[in-house]
């Protein structure tokens, strides 16, 4: 079969490919441009999944990313296939469901899947997790005829989906190694807030608890605990980190590191013409004066655009801004931009009302961080110090 030849080619449907392809138009860039996702659901926001949409505040429909009628006006194709291998040096890229592309710039914006947990039974098809929709659907479907949930992983993915689950009417035990929920990265003052906000909507948690494994109980699931007590629970979700998607990238033979995708501030990988953005990329940010791993949706929507009009020719769009996220736990925002490699010193400022900034600070006193829960103003603060 012929190639199709393609201006560009973006694989991967999410924040990053989308908003890649958004900037490549409105930078001017001119042809045919093919987006390439292997995901089967038309595009949607992913953050949903473990707040307001697995605990029924928001339907399918609210998820849409896509405004009505825009695919056509950008003038993009949406193929639901996987491409499956790309050539760098011809610029090709061959896609599962037998089609071929020739292309003039292609960005990886693959993503990243959950990891699973590195325990005998961690793997197996009936411990769910949480990436897709289609996982939201299932992990919603299981929660409809359950009555109990054990949540492994206290990141904001777990205390986000426990919060959700126990809204559901679920009993819910949420499992973590950590001496309480994000304590690691946050410190110890965030988590003892978070632990609060979960103990108060009636979550059981079991801290310090190591997994060693997770086995068939009956019609549930057992967590096999080390030290501590088993849980038997209807349904387990492990929300135990991501795994950059970037196999495509390493046969294709791109230089990769800690198995993302190096790319300069422009997004531009090893391989001319070849670009990546998202969660699978390892990019250089201006403002940090160096390269950064980063799995949050702005950021990827950032990266994309940088993506985009680099792809459509601008020399000048960069990666500069402080990466960073919000959460939901349960009603509890939480805002949060840091560099990423860790602080000195946490200091904690009660703002009253349950409002708190954690401000995050180098060993010069220089702020590397902040958290904020009700404190905008703080959050806004410490975003203009970041950048
Ligand atoms: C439940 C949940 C809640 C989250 N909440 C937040 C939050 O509150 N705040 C926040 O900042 N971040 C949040 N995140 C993280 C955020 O969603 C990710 O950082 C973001 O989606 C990354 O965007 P991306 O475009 O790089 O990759 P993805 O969104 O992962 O998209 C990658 C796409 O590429 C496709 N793909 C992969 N390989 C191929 C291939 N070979 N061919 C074709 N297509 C391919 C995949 O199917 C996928 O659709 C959450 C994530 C999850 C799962």
Not at 294 to 300: L, M, Q, T
Request: charged share 25%.
């Amino acid at each position: 079969m012929t190639d199709e030849v393609v201006d560009l080619l973006v694989i991967g449907g999410g924040p990053a490919g989308l908003s890649a392809v958004r900037a490549y138009r409105e930078e001017g860039g001119k042809g045919r441009v093919v987006v390439v996702s292997a995901d089967p659901d038309a595009p949607y926001d992913r953050p949903p999944l473990s707040k307001d949409f697995l605990r029924g505040d928001s339907a399918e429909a609210d998820l849409g990313l896509l405004e009505s009628g825009e695919l056509s006006r950008l003038e993009v194709t949406w193929a639901r296939d996987r491409v499956t291998g790309v050539d760098v040096g011809a610029r090709r890229a061959d896609t599962r469901d037998g089609a071929g592309f020739t292309y003039r710039s292609c960005i990886f914006a693959t993503g990243s899947n959950p990891a699973d947990l590195p325990v005998p039974g961690g793997d197996d098809s009936s411990v769910l997790r949480l990436r897709t929709l289609e996982d939201s659907r299932r992990l919603k479907r299981a929660a409809n005829g359950a009555r109990t949930a054990a949540v492994i992983g206290s990141g904001f993915i777990g205390c986000e989906a426990a919060a959700s689950l126990r809204r559901l009417g679920l009993d819910v035990v949420l499992i973590t190694d950590e001496s309480s929920p994000q304590a690691q990265r946050l410190g110890d003052e965030a988590g003892a807030r978070i632990t609060g906000w979960l103990r108060d909507a009636g979550i059981r948690l079991m801290v310090d608890a190591g997994v060693t494994a997770i086995e068939p109980a009956g019609p549930g699931v057992r967590v096999v605990l080390e030290g501590q007590d088993d849980v038997t629970a209807d349904l387990v979700l492990t929300a135990v980190g991501v795994r950059p998607a970037s196999d495509l990238a390493a046969a294709a033979g791109l230089d990769l590191h800690e198995g993302r995708i190096v790319v300069d501030s422009h997004m531009r990988t090893s391989a001319p013409g070849v670009l990546a953005a998202g969660d699978v990329a390892y990019a250089f940010n201006t403002a940090a004066g160096r390269a950064l791993a980063v799995e949050h949706w702005f950021d990827a929507e950032t990266m994309g655009k940088v993506a985009g009009k680099t792809a459509a020719g601008s020399p000048d769009a960069q990666w500069s801004d402080p990466p960073g996220f919000w959460s939901q736990i349960g009603d509890h925002w939480l805002k949060y931009a840091a560099w990423g490699d860790g602080y000195q010193e946490a200091l904690f400022e009660d703002g009253g009302d349950g409002a708190f900034t954690v401000w995050y600070q180098d060993e010069n006193g220089t702020c590397v961080g902040v958290l904020t829960h009700q404190a905008d103003a703080n959050y806004e603060k410490a975003f203009g110090l970041l950048s």
